[in-house]
Every structure is written in structure tokens, then in C-alpha cells.
């Protein structure tokens, strides 16, 4: 490389440069072989001073980075090109040097090469030789073994071929041979065995995992959450029928009254009156309630985006209303114009309350006069996060009040025992559980799959889809929980598995009537109910018998358009959970959605939980290393509105400390305190404590002196620049406590020009601060600095003056 640039040097007469470096045995001198002779060179050849000459471990050295020159000179082999013989303050170790002579008369790119002091290995302790095998390597197998065979067709090949090269007196391969028969007997065996490694080594990897309960594996590893869907829920417009001698009044709904909506394909999509299986109460609709006509006070009059209140007519509510019915009553604002050029609208509200009321001089229709008989109302109101999202005429508009609940999907209800005999029940499977690492011996697990949960799924209900729960009931006080690594022995706990167990496989056995039955898991899709055991909650005795209710989960099939839940009779079987009529047989009521269902989620994809896990690990940091991270933890709490940390050495080992500033205080209560405590000691490094402190404050003494404007009162003036800066408990000022964190400084250009905005202030004077305990009243600096780890304060409270006070002087004014 570079031959014709060493062609140039050695014509030349100015450069020279390095060619190779030879180490003496001593390992003290160098001898340094240069690319020509250095006799004949204009101007003549000199020594380079030493401190050009470096000698450098690349690596940093094992035990000597840097080897210093102590002389230096050079020899003209006849024939031979220039040696610079270099002699050494010390040997070298293993590492690689690299030898740099930073000197004009070396070419740029021959001044430096690197070599070992080590080459010639002439310790035997060091010697490269390679190392003798203890044992001579046994033997090849005779026969080629071809590790790509690893399917059925392909081992069966292998071992035919290997049958006629090792037994080649055996030639009779028919199917019916019963060599062949064992042949293929260990191809399947092989087959089997290739396909459990390759699938175990699939689920292995968040990439490649196929079912999803090693999906949910992997994403507990990163506190990442698999959602499960949630059902849909909707409101139902429940009419009483106007049907009965005498007619009805009332009808009552029992609890998880099912109706059905139909999709357009002809798909029969199960509801349930209720917020779920918890929610046990029956409904009672009022047939006055059906449709309440609105009451407006100027034909003219609309009701405006925003509006929060409405007056309806009074005849068929009962006003006062002793029991309180219409509090946090649910209704619905329906209106239908009789003109079909304008649309129909339909607005859900949450009553706050319901005020008798009444207007002396209702207005009549057309150009009539008023008629003298005062009419009763009912004034509702509602909150203004319910506001009228649009404008509505009262022409057709009318208030029903039987609004009930109904979540999407079916109950369903079975048996499951522990070692139980009766036939009907669904027994448990037993499983190995957990390794007790004291005993050496595993605890047993049991698990029962849930019915139909396969192919129908389970309804999961709740506003956050990472924490929705099962709708599944256990009697016998076992509550359900999303992991039972927090149970205790203690506990009556289970929790769900994905997947389905069920029968395998059968075999016949001649002497017992009863088929034996293998049961394994056999399905990604469904739910496993999983109890506890070996200390992550108690384990079921054998013999126990559990009710299980739960109910089927549609997803986003539950997403139907609005009056589409209207069938009160299965559209298949003809059932009903519906009140009916003892004479007639008629169902009392009719119902429909009046919105449309939108909140039905299918469960997390596969695909889905491979983009979002890493994501929310990335995203989320669960452990604390650096004290940005543990102010950043510490901030998530809801009542921390900033957080300080920093590391002290306390004499043996590095503490931290986390002093996190209260929202809306300035104290941190005891269980506060706990609550962060426990907090850190979730995400801190291990041999490593964390200390949680109080927040230290400054209070500080403020005096300002302002000039007041002519045609101001002064003591009002004082008034506004105090209520400016200190505020009051309902309008925080300048120095509020969510102001102010740790380190905050306060700069005066902006305390200036607060008070200069305050009417009646013509300008700032002065301004002076004094800290308790810390220094006495000065002048304000352009910036007051605190401490990293201190907030300041001033309340301004003469019952607590030691918690900072304020004092406003004027000057001029009327």
C-alpha cells in the first residue's frame, strides 16, 4: 500500500519515514528500521527531540499506558536501509503501542505504526502455542448425520438411507414391514420433537410469540397491560305501554332484563339492563315519565348551545319530591319537530335537581291572550359538562325520563368443582404450580375454563381499556385479580388465563365403563379461571363447589346505530325477560337506544401488542438511577406537583433524597409521606436508600414602597398591590404556593412590572426582602436566588408570621 509514495520518499532528499519495528528481548530497545537511509538527506538528518517521540498504548494500557524514551541514535547498516535504535524508561504490557515521531522530516503518513512489545512470546507462561486437549476427540459416527431433517417425510428419508448403508441385508421397506412400522414410529417421535422445539422457541420472543397468553407474559415484564376489549354500553328509552283496564301505571323491570339488537347481516347481538353483574337492582318505569312536554315562556324562545336548564310541566311529577327520585336522575332531552326540515335531536343529561316552580301567564297559542290559570313546572338543571351541544326549538321537544342502563352481552352460569363426582359440574384441571425453593416440591394449580368464552369472548367493563375487569362472579368470596403475585396465603384470589383447556384426547379402557380423558390445553382463544396456591392465594380444598356467573363479550360487534336495541323477544327462540300482561299475554314496555352504542372494543391484537409494548416501556420508566428520575416518579402521585432528589454520600454508601413539593399546601401529610415512601422503594436501585424529606421553605419578609397615581385612594392601592401578590383562597396572587417550587428564584423585573400593571400604581419605588433566619431586610436583587432543595414562601398571615409576611408603603396619591 502506498508503493509509489515510498518510491517518492526514497528518490527524495528530505523524508524519511518508519518501516517496521523490531523489539529487543530485554524489552527496553527499540529498533526503529526507517524506509531509507538517512545519509544524503537535505538539510542533514537529525535526532528527534524526545518529546516528539511517543510510545502509546490504543487500548489504554493493561498496567503501563505510556513508555517514555530516555535515549536515542542511529546506525547505517551497509546495504540496509537507517535503524533509529530507541532505548525505553520501562517495558510495555500485553496491550498494543503505537509509535508516533512527530517530526518534520518523517512523511505524514509514516511517522506512526503500531507493535506489541509481546511478539516474541519468550515466557512460556505466555506463550501462543495453542492448548492441548486433555482427551483425544472420540471418534465421527459412521454414518453422516443431516441436521436439517427435522419434519416427518424428511427424517423417515434419513433413517431409510441410514438403514440401507448400516443394514444392507435388509431390503424389504414395504409399509407393512414392522421395521418400517418402527422407522416411522421414530420419524414421528422426530417430527413431534421438532415442532414442541421450534414453538417453545417462538414463544420465547415478543416477536414471534403466536398466543396470547405469552403475549401477556412478555408485556408483564414491562408493566405493559394487554387490554381485553370492553363491552358496549348504552342507555335504553324504556316506554310503558298504554294497554290494561284499569291502564297501567307502572312497570318493573327485573334485574338483567335482556333485550336483543339485529345487525344488518342478520347477527343477534345480546344486551342487559344493568351496569353489570354487580348490578343487581330492578327498574321501575313510570308511564307518566314516558314523554314530558317542555315548557317555554315566549313562543319565540329556543334554547341556546350551552343551556344547563329547562322547565317541563309539572302534572305528573310529584313536587316536592320526598324520596328524591329526579336526583342524579338520568333523562333524555328528545326532540322531534313537526317540521321535517329540521332534525331530530337527542342530548342524555344528568339531573342535579328538580325545583317546583310555576308561570302565572303561560303563553297561548296564536294571537289568543294569556290565559289567567297559572300553570305547575319543574325546573331542572343539569351540570355544564352535560351542556346543549346544539340549539333546539321547543316545537316537539319533550323530556323522558324511564332511562335505564344495558351493557352488551349474555349471562351465562355454571358449576366448577375441586375433585368433585357430580357429572354435570366442570371439573378442574390439576396442574403443577410454582417451585418451593425451602421444600424442593411444587404446589398445585387449578384451572376451569369458562364455556363459550371461546367462540362468544367475555364482556370486561370500565372507562380505562388497561384496567377494565371480568364480568365473572365466584360465590364462596373469591374476588377476581388482574395478577396474584400481591396475594397472600390469605387471600381468596383467582384470576384469568388466556386460553381454553378441554378434552384432548379419549381412550377406551375395557374394564371401566368410563373412557379415559386426557385435558390440555387446547385453544389460544377463551379464559381460564386460575385460583391460587403456595402462598399467592389460598388453593381450593377438593371437594369445593363454585357458582360461576359471567357474561359473554361482543366487542365492537356491540357498536349498533341508535333505535336498533328494540327486541324484547330473542328474535330466534322467542324468550322474554320483559314484564307481560297476566290476561293478555302482552309485554308492558318498549325500549330502544335512543344514541348510538361507540364505546365496544375488541381485545388488543397481536400485532398491536408487539408496537405498543416496547413503546410503553420506552415511554414509562419503572426504575430510578439518575435523581431526574426519581423527581420524574415521584411527580406521577396526584398530590405532587414537583419533586426534588439529590445523592449525599453518607459515609459508606450514596443516599438519596426525594423532597416533594404538595400540591395546594405545605405539608406533607403522614399517609403522604407513606405512600411516597413505598413509591421509591418500588423503583430504586438495590443497596441503595431512599429518604424521603419534608420540603424545605425559605419564608421571606417583603416591603415595597409604590408611588400612587392622582385621583387614587392609597389605602385602596395598598389594598389591590397586596390581594395581587398575595391573593386569597379562592384567587391565588403572585407568591401562591403552586408558584413556587424547589430552586425558584424571583426576578424583580417581573415583581415589578405585577405591581406596575395594578391600577392606581404609577410606579415602584422600592422593594426589600429580608429571610427568616438567613439574612436581614436588602434592597431586591435583579434575582433573588434559593437553594436547589428549598421553596419559598409567604403567607401573609398574622397567625402564623413565621411562615413569611408582606408590607406595602405609598406615597402620593389624593
Known amino acids: 500500500m502506498y508503493a509509489e509514495r515510498l518510491l517518492k520518499i526514497r528518490a527524495g532528499t528530505k523524508l524519511t519515514g518508519i518501516d517496521y519495528v523490531t523489539v529487543l528481548p530485554d524489552q527496553m530497545t527499540l529498533n526503529v528500521v526507517l524506509v531509507r537511509t538517512v545519509g544524503g538527506m537535505v538539510p542533514d538528518f537529525e535526532i528527534p527531540p524526545f518529546d516528539k517521540i511517543s510510545i502509546v498504548s490504543t487500548t489504554g494500557g493493561e498496567s503501563v499506558p505510556v513508555v517514555r524514551v530516555n535515549g536515542a541514535s542511529v546506525v547505517t547498516p551497509v546495504g540496509s536501509p537507517s535503524i533509529l535504535i530507541l532505548t525505553l524508561d520501562t517495558p510495555g504490557d500485553f496491550s498494543l503501542y503505537r509509535l508516533t515521531i512527530d517530526d518534520p522530516q518523517f512523511d505524514i503518513l509514516f511517522r506512526s505504526v503500531t507493535f506489541s512489545f509481546k511478539a516474541n512470546c519468550p515466557d512460556a507462561d505466555i506463550d501462543c502455542k495453542p492448548v492441548q486437549e486433555p482427551c483425544a476427540p472420540e471418534p465421527s459416527v ?227 291572550p294569556y290565559d289567567d290559570e297559572p300553570v305547575a313546572l319543574v325546573h331542572l338543571v343539569w351540570d355544564a359538562s352535560q351542556a346543549l351541544p346544539f340549539c333546539l326549538d321547543f316545537d316537539g321537544l319533550t323530556v323522558h325520563g324511564n332511562m335505564v342502563r344495558a351493557t352488551a352481552g349474555e349471562r351465562r352460569t355454571a358449576t366448577i368443582q375441586i375433585h368433585g363426582a357430580d357429572p354435570l359440574a366442570l371439573q378442574a384441571v390439576e396442574r403443577e404450580g410454582p417451585l418451593d425453593s425451602t421444600t424442593g416440591e411444587r404446589s398445585v394449580t387449578f384451572l376451569c375454563s369458562l364455556p363459550d368464552a371461546e367462540a362468544e369472548g367475555l364482556a370486561w367493563l370500565g372507562s380505562d381499556l388497561r384496567n377494565t375487569k371480568p364480568e365473572v362472579l365466584l360465590n364462596n368470596d373469591y374476588i377476581w385479580r388482574r395478577t396474584l403475585l400481591e396475594s397472600t396465603d390469605l387471600d381468596r384470589h383467582y384470576t384469568l388465563e388466556d386460553g381454553t383447556w378441554r378434552r384432548v384426547i379419549g381412550f377406551q ?87 348510538p352504542v361507540t364505546d365496544g372494543v375488541d381485545p388488543e391484537t397481536r400485532e398491536e401488542v408487539r408496537q405498543l409494548a416496547p413503546e410503553e416501556f420506552r415511554a414509562v420508566i419503572h426504575r430510578a438511577v439518575a435523581p431526574v428520575d426519581y423527581c420524574t416518579i415521584a411527580e406521577r402521585l396526584e398530590w405532587v406537583q414537583y419533586a426534588g432528589a439529590r445523592f449525599r454520600w453518607t459515609g459508606s454508601w450514596q443516599t438519596g433524597f426525594v423532597t416533594p413539593d404538595p400540591e395546594d399546601s405545605f405539608r406533607v401529610t403522614a399517609d403522604q409521606h407513606t405512600e411516597l415512601v413505598d413509591l421509591m422503594n418500588c423503583v430504586r436501585q438495590a443497596g441503595r436508600e431512599v429518604h424521603v424529606l419534608d420540603p424545605r421553605y425559605r419564608p421571606i419578609d417583603l416591603e415595597v414602597t409604590v408611588c400612587v397615581k392622582q385621583g387614587h385612594l392609597p389605602s385602596e392601592v395598598r389594598d389591590r398591590v397586596t390581594f395581587r401578590l398575595r391573593g386569597d383562597g379562592t384567587n391565588p396572587g403572585y407568591f401562591s404556593p403552586d408558584n413556587f417550587t424547589f430552586g425558584t428564584p424571583i426576578q424583580r423585573l417581573t415583581l415589578e412590572a405585577i405591581i406596575g400593571a395594578v391600577p392606581g400604581v404609577l410606579g415602584v419605588r422600592s422593594i426589600r426582602i429580608g429571610a427568616r433566619n438567613v439574612h436581614a431586610l436588602r434592597s431586591l436583587d435583579p434575582v433573588y436566588i434559593v437553594g436547589t432543595n428549598e421553596i419559598l414562601r409567604l403567607a401573609n398571615d398574622p397567625r402564623t408570621p413565621e411562615r413569611g409576611s408582606l408590607k406595602v408603603y405609598t406615597e402620593g396619591g389624593v
Open 142 to 368: 459412521d454414518f453422516p448425520v443431516d441436521y436439517m431433517a427435522r419434519d416427518f417425510l424428511s427424517l423417515r428419508g434419513v433413517l431409510l438411507a441410514y438403514a440401507a448403508q448400516r443394514y444392507p441385508q435388509w431390503r424389504e421397506t414395504i409399509p407393512a414391514d414392522a421395521g418400517v412400522m418402527l422407522l416411522e414410529l421414530l420419524a414421528a417421535l422426530g417430527d413431534e420433537l421438532s415442532y414442541t422445539q421450534d414453538r417453545i422457541a417462538r414463544e420465547a420472543y415478543l416477536a414471534t410469540a403466536t398466543q396470547r397468553r405469552s403475549l401477556r407474559r412478555h408485556g408483564h415484564l414491562v408493566d405493559y397491560n394487554i387490554h381485553d376489549g370492553r363491552s358496549g354500553s348504552t342507555w335504553l328509552d324504556v316506554q310503558v305501554k298504554d294497554i290494561g283496564d284499569p291502564p297501567i301505571t307502572e312497570a318493573e323491570l327485573s334485574p338483567h332484563t335482556r333485550v336483543w339488537a339485529v345487525s344488518d347481516d342478520g347477527e343477534t347481538i345480546p344486551f342487559e339492563t344493568g351496569e353489570g353483574l354487580a348490578d343487581s337492582a330492578s327498574f321501575t318505569a313510570v308511564k307518566a315519565w314516558n314523554s314530558l312536554p317542555a315548557h317555554y315562556f315566549d313562543p319565540e324562545q329556543t334554547l341556546p348551545a350551552g343551556t344547563t336548564e329547562l322547565w317541563i310541566e309539572a302534572t305528573a311529577i310529584i313536587i316536592p319530591d320526598p324520596e328524591g327520585t329526579w336526583n342524579d336522575k338520568w333523562v333524555l332531552i328528545h326532540s322531534e319537530p313537526t317540521d321535517p326540515t329540521k332534525p331530530r335531536r337527542r342530548h342524555l343529561v344528568k339531573i342535579l335537581s328538580a325545583t317546583p316552580d310555576v308561570d302565572n301567564i303561560p303563553p297561548a297559542d296564536d294571537d289568543e
Open 509 to 595: 379402557r375395557p374394564t371401566v365403563d368410563q373412557d379415559f380423558v386426557h385435558v390440555d390445553y387446547a385453544a389460544d382463544a377463551g379464559y381460564t379461571i386460575r385460583f391460587g396456591g403456595d402462598g399467592f392465594g389460598i388453593s381450593p380444598a377438593d371437594g369445593t363447589t363454585f357458582a360461576c356467573t359471567y357474561r359473554t363479550g361482543p366487542g365492537s360487534r356491540s357498536n349498533v346505530a341508535a333505535d336498533t336495541i328494540v327486541q324484547l323477544n330473542h328474535p330466534v327462540t322467542g324468550e322474554t325477560d320483559a314484564p307481560v300482561d297476566d290476561l293478555t299475554d302482552e309485554i308492558l314496555v318498549t325500549v330502544t337506544n335512543p344514541l
